[in-house]
């Protein structure tokens, strides 16, 4: 496993922009594949996007196409995410993940084993 902590969360306004960033530490970061999961209040987990291990491809969930880039820095061990045009039903608490499966299905979050403690992402209107 490895250790995740993310930061970057905060308080903006719908059309704004958010930088979520997580660093990780432990076994060989550059192994795993990655991913972002959003929880909103009352609302079940929710697969937001991932990266493979070798930051070659990219997932993304309908409702964040187009405006959520993920991207990785194996050097530094860390994951990004930049997130655009932000919208209310944004409003999560945002949690950074790895998987150790290189063929996995990236939006089941049952193929993690590595989570990070969240951040919290508020979007006002």
């Known amino acids: 496993q490895v250790q995740l902590v993310e930061s970057g969360g905060g308080l903006v306004q719908a059309g704004g922009s958010l930088r979520l960033s997580c660093a990780a530490s432990g076994r060989a970061f550059s192994s795993y594949g990655m991913g972002w999961f959003r929880r909103a209040p009352g609302k079940e987990r929710e697969f937001v996007t991932a990266i493979n291990w070798r930051g070659e491809s990219t997932y993304y969930a309908d409702s964040v196409k187009g405006r959520f880039t993920i991207s990785r820095d194996n050097a530094k061990n860390t994951v990004t995410l930049q997130m655009n045009s932000l919208k209310p039903e944004d409003t999560a608490v945002y949690s950074c993940?790895?998987?150790?499966?290189?063929?996995?299905?990236?939006?089941?979050?049952?193929?993690?084993?590595?989570w990070g403690q969240g951040t919290q992402v508020t979007v006002s209107s």
């Open positions: 993940a790895a998987t150790p499966y290189r063929f996995a299905d990236y939006r089941n979050p049952n193929n993690y084993d590595s």
